[in-house]
């Protein structure tokens, strides 16, 4: 450890506009290189949903899409897109809210995001949206095996995506898909200076790393990636499903 | 802006015990310069409640807490400490869940989280609960004013607590109290690189900054301060309370 110690957050632009089919670790070296940075053991790579997305297909062209008589209601009492709110309702495994222009649902991966992820933003063309990766741990998987194969060691992934919370004002980053590293911190049984034995710690480190990596990328800087360096990850088989409340427990559904 | 931009995470330790009214501003003056810090202009500061709450004594002795009925009642049923539930509750101003042993509260500030912000860990003495601030945002303000006064110039405070969400697992950081720059950063109207104009993005920055610190603090690694370095912050006078939803719009109340 340095002294203090330290972490660092890299911001990486220089990407062209992802379109599907393309190759997104080769385009990630070459950001990585056209701004000067050698991966090194240890980084840890923040990838925004929207480039995975994009680069997978995961888009819908709205002008194809027909609208339920539910979104089309809904659409028309608070001025939607009639088309698009039909697109979240197909990703959606279950309303959590539906209120004041506001849809809440549980997209079929299980995460709890206002318009199941569906989003219109930073995507090529006035008709189309963008879905989630459909399976973002995988799609962070393949990207960790693709850069493993090109660097020799191994990078830690995270796919992020910005969600809304219940009670606090604003979005912030977490993690939707992670490879390679613990998505949690489990100080459980733990004890502090002071000898209390920790009962309740269990730190969502990989939503706090989404979340640092926001600061550099920005919404419209055009800086899709990120690397955090000098964080003492866990190397682990974790899944943004470990991020993920067990229902069970969850006294907000 | 370096090539790639960077923000830089600094942990600082070298504290001692904290107890009521000692110097906080002093001791984290005198934590940097053991660690070889100088602050610069541009710099954040994000300060873990708990040293906080010591400084400003707020603490409570357990021993002299008379448990209510409730509190007992609770207690017994969930092998809980009957007298730091009942500080529980008086620290709340309503119960949001109480259901399988865990407590949600909504604070006398309007943070919603677990026990009310009570917390036994990183407290000296084996009956001492830690309370939250009083007014997180006129302690921001109060090391905001100190700082500047010994420096020269204006250092953001971000005070931070670890809170649980709703469906996701684990807890993050957040930030309680704001002095010096704007908690969220608004994109709304503004156009993205294709033309389309943002209409729900606005980022809970200082919640994001105060997980990006926690990163370096660690629970049991001794650093209850971070300083953000190279974050291109908007120096305004946010506060805590920009963060809580507002109740009229709060779906999950």
Same mark, same amino acid.
């Given at each position: 450890?340095?002294?203090?110690?330290?972490i660092?957050i890299?911001?990486? +632009?220089?990407?062209?506009e992802?379109?599907p089919?393309?190759? !997104?670790p080769? =385009?990630?070296?070459?950001?990585?290189a056209a701004?000067?940075?050698?991966?090194?053991?240890?980084?840890? =790579?923040v990838v925004?949903?929207?480039i995975?997305s994009?680069?997978?297909?995961?888009?819908?062209d709205?002008?194809?899409?027909e609208?339920?008589? !539910?979104a089309? &209601?809904?659409?028309?009492?608070?001025d939607?897109?009639?088309?698009?709110?039909?697109?979240?309702? &197909?990703e959606s495994?279950?309303?959590?809210?539906?209120?004041?222009?506001?849809?809440?649902?549980?997209?079929q991966?299980?995460f709890?995001?206002?318009?199941?992820?569906?989003?219109?933003?930073?995507?090529a063309?006035?008709?189309?949206v963008? #879905?989630?990766?459909?399976d973002p741990d995988?799609?962070?998987?393949?990207?960790?095996?693709?850069?493993?194969?090109?660097?020799?060691?191994?990078?830690?992934?995270?796919?992020?995506?910005?969600?809304?919370?219940?009670? /606090?004002?604003?979005?912030?980053?977490?993690?939707?898909?992670?490879?390679?590293?613990?998505a949690?911190?489990?100080? &459980?049984?733990?004890?502090?200076?002071?000898?209390?034995?920790?009962n309740?710690?269990? #730190?969502?480190v990989?939503?706090e790393?989404?979340?640092?990596?926001?600061?550099?990328? +920005?919404k419209?800087?055009?800086?899709?990636?990120?690397?955090?360096?000098?964080?003492?990850?866990?190397?682990?088989?974790g899944?943004?499903?470990?991020l993920?409340?067990d229902?069970? /427990?969850?006294?907000?559904?």
């Amino acid at each position: 450890m340095p002294d203090p110690p330290e972490i660092r957050i890299l911001g990486l +632009g220089h990407f062209p506009e992802v379109t599907p089919g393309m190759d !997104l670790p080769a =385009l990630i070296l070459a950001a990585a290189a056209a701004e000067h940075v050698a991966f090194a053991p240890g980084d840890i =790579l923040v990838v925004t949903q929207k480039i995975v997305s994009k680069a997978e297909g995961a888009l819908v062209d709205l002008r194809t899409i027909e609208p339920s008589d !539910l979104a089309a &209601r809904w659409a028309a009492a608070w001025d939607k897109d009639a088309r698009q709110i039909e697109v979240v309702l &197909r990703e959606s495994k279950r309303i959590v809210r539906m209120a004041n222009g506001v849809l809440i649902t549980e997209t079929q991966h299980g995460f709890v995001c206002a318009n199941a992820g569906v989003d219109a933003s930073n995507v090529a063309g006035h008709d189309t949206v963008s #879905l989630l990766p459909r399976d973002p741990d995988a799609s962070a998987a393949r990207l960790r095996a693709a850069l493993r194969a090109a660097l020799g060691f191994d990078l830690p992934i995270i796919i992020s995506d910005s969600f809304g919370r219940a009670w /606090r004002y604003g979005i912030v980053n977490v993690a939707v898909g992670v490879a390679g590293l613990a998505a949690v911190a489990d100080y &459980r049984g733990r004890t502090d200076a002071h000898g209390y034995v920790l009962n309740a710690s269990i #730190l969502a480190v990989a939503d706090e790393l989404a979340a640092a990596a926001e600061l550099i990328m +920005g919404k419209l800087d055009g800086r899709p990636v990120a690397i955090i360096r000098g964080y003492a990850y866990e190397a682990a088989e974790g899944t943004g499903r470990d991020l993920l409340m067990d229902p069970s /427990r969850d006294l907000f559904r």
